[in-house]
């Protein structure tokens, strides 16, 4: 990437029912938004034309047949397919889900090759999207199979970072998956994308327990004493600052989580929970520990508001903004450890 040239920003269009094209025409709108970067919208022109004028949204685009093509002050738009999907507001349909999918995967290939900086998705529904080329449980699982590297599921706003040690997966799963291992991989990815991404040279990272109050000494489960109390001792020997196990009930009332950089939770709901209670509608999803840049709104298609002109773009925007500034620190931390290596040789 030359020094004066903008990041460019990838951007799937998740489902074209749901109100995913409806934040990020919202967010464009505002057209001072494309001082910050060169976005690339992976879809068809004729699908925009009809949400904008649906939701009486004004916003010019600039279509191209490759990214080579993309215009610098423009939203870019690149069709990824000639077949026609109908719209219809609010209502899961297996077009919609397959059209988000073909946005999905033109888009992640754009990253693979680096033709674009920053892969930010727009929602999708993770019943219809389900296919023969597609059998995963998100956009984290796909990527993670797309990517180099093990994917970690961060939910972010400038205050708080919530990290997941187990996420897609049914709650009676948890327990038998909460192992020394699994707890090892998480914290290293935290804690050197806390580094690479986010700036911090000396990580302060607490961990939540799995059972209420932590088990209480064994009498509402072992897991706390036997697996995750053993292995944060383990990582604190390498001078990382991992501290816990910390009872979730009580972590986040307290604001405990203030005095840490990030929080590794156990499952899904146990982080997520507190995290969209404290910040829905301004959180980031941010998919860490993979060799490129993904970021998301917090929340899902909202069928219920969709094609009202109702939606709420803050958190797209906000997605938007995060992919810019972590691939900026990441790029960052790239050249200050080539520095660190020349000036060892």
Sequence with gaps: MKKNEKIKVGISVGDVNGIGIEIILKTFEDTRMLDFCTPILFCS???LTVHAKALNLKVQVNSINSIERAAANKLNVISISDKQVPVDFGKETPEAGEYAFLSLQAATKALQKKEIDVLVTAPINKHNIQSDTFN????????????E?????ILMTDEIRIGLITGHIPVTEIGEQITK???EKKVHIMYHSLIQDFAISKPKIAVLGLNPHCGDNGVIGKEDDEIIRPTLSKIQEDGKLVYGPYAADSFFGSESYKGFDAVLAMYHDQGLGPFKTLAFGKGVNFTAGLDAIRTSPDHGTAYEIAGQSKANHSSFKEALFAGIKIFKARQHHIQLSENKLQRKK
């Design 149 to 153: 590297g093990d994917s970690l599921m």
């Design 181 to 183: 291992e699994l707890i």
């Design 136 to 147: 995963f449980k998100g956009h984290t699982e796909y990527l993670e199979s797309q990517l």
């Design 45 to 47: 022109s004729k699908i």
